[in-house]
Each structure stands twice: as C-alpha cells, then as structure tokens.
C-alpha cells in the first residue's frame, strides 16, 4: 500500500524554524520527485516547494516565492523520506502542509498539485506568539 506520513508539524514562535517530514511506505521514493504543499484556512491549497528524483542525478530544487530564501527542501532516499526545513518562520506560514509524490524519472520536479497521485494526511504548522 503506498503511503506518505508527515510529522513534525507544531507550534512555533515567528522567527522560529521547524523541519517537517515525509515517510513513505509501500514504494521506494528514489524514482520520484516530492513537493510540499500547504493550505492555510479559508485558502486554496500552494506549493511550496519540490524536488527532482534522484535517479535524475540533477538535484533540482525549486521554491515559491514567499517561501524562497527561508525554506529548503531535501530528501533522503536511503531513509525513504523527504523533508523540508523552514526558518524564520512567520505567522502568514500558518497551514497544513502536505508532502505529495509522482514516479518521475526526468529531470525538474513541479509545484502543481494536479501532478501528483500520491499524498499525505498533512501536519499542521502554526506560527504564533
């Protein structure tokens, strides 16, 4: 059964930072490029950043631009995860974030949510004092 479980999600001061993670199971994530995707309340879903899989070998990245600068995406096949570091956190970052996964042996990954079969449950990631 293919699965993506995020965690790491919670409550955080502005300026703050926090690492949210993605597992998978059922499939192995090294063919497939992953993005992040948030959606706070009364918004429509975003992405916030993906990456290409590793069988390209291109390492390509690619962020929003709110998120740009502070956010970094990475991803560790041999622990069949995906992760994605914020900093400087701000309270407009305030969503669920959904890690998301499409079997793509190409080069570039895509912040469109159409793309991607595969999801997670979502964490929620709030930015408060």
């Known amino acids: 059964q293919v699965q993506l479980v995020e965690s790491g999600g919670g409550l955080v001061q502005p300026g703050g930072s926090l690492r949210v993670s993605c597992a998978a199971s059922g499939f192995t994530l090294d063919q497939y490029a992953i993005a992040w995707f948030r959606q706070a309340p009364g918004k429509e879903r975003e992405g916030v950043s993906c990456i290409s899989s590793f069988k390209t070998v291109d390492g390509y990245t690619a962020y929003s631009h709110p998120v740009k600068g502070r956010f970094t995406i990475s991803r560790d096949d041999a622990k069949n995860s995906a992760y994605l570091q914020m900093n400087g956190l701000k309270p407009e970052d305030t969503a669920v974030y959904y890690c998301?996964?499409?079997?793509?042996?190409?080069?570039?990954?895509?912040?469109?949510?159409?793309?991607?079969?595969?999801w997670g449950q979502g964490t929620q990631v709030t930015v408060s004092s």
């Open positions: 998301a996964a499409v079997r793509r042996v190409i080069a570039g990954c895509s912040m469109d949510d159409y793309v991607y079969p595969h």
